[in-house]
């Protein structure tokens, strides 16, 4: 399955190969600084504090293995760490689908669409763990999808039933008769895991960090 024109994806795994040679002509990076992200009050934030401004809300910080726990069945997942792309550290985007596992696409050199420990993911140093819309109701299908592209390969010059991380997890949605999880992306002519947060609807349940990670805290009430 194809979700864009085959000129399109054959683009990005080229610039994930030659970021130094291509970076002086590419958009300015997407997304938080992870060595200066800063916790704000629920109530004054919004997803573009995120991406814009590296702020998360600060009763939905968690501890790394605590959000991933907590994680809901069908929920999805942005995966950053400090060695991002040059679109930025947010550059994986997964699936939970049992207490256990994870379903994905496992990039360029991976094995294709499988199942993965959700364990795979204390190796990130953030995860954003959001409501795209999957109930219990859904589930079904969203199963059935996984098996039958289990395998899949990862899409690097066009094919038919290939995939990148985000348009694997836009085909499990289609199936459950959802949304798109990712939004295409116009300035980097790709579905960005990041834009998972920019769909309406969409829901940040839990920011899990690190400890390589450093937040700095709230500023204080003032005193009244």
Known sequence: MTLRPPAR???????????VLLSGCLPAPVGPDLGGLA???DAAWQPA???D?????????????????????GSVIVACQHTGAVWGACTHLTRKVSADNLSEETGVIGTGARLRPVSSLLERDLILVIDAGVRETHLRALNAEIRRLSGAPYQLNGQLNAF?????????????????AVPFDPSWRAFLPLGALRVPGHRLLWAGISDRVTLTPPDPAPAR
Do not use: F, K, W
């Open 49 to 51: 504090d995120l991406i």
């Open 164 to 180: 990148d991380c985000s348009t694997y997890q836009n085909a499990l949605q289609r199936a459950a008769g959802l949304p798109d």
């Open 9 to 19: 994806p054959a683009a990005l795994p080229l610039i994930c190969a030659l970021p």
């Open 39 to 41: 916790a704000v009050p």
């Open 53 to 73: 401004r590296s702020l998360l809300p600060q009763s939905r910080v968690l501890p790394l293995p605590e959000a991933i726990r907590r994680a809901p069945v």
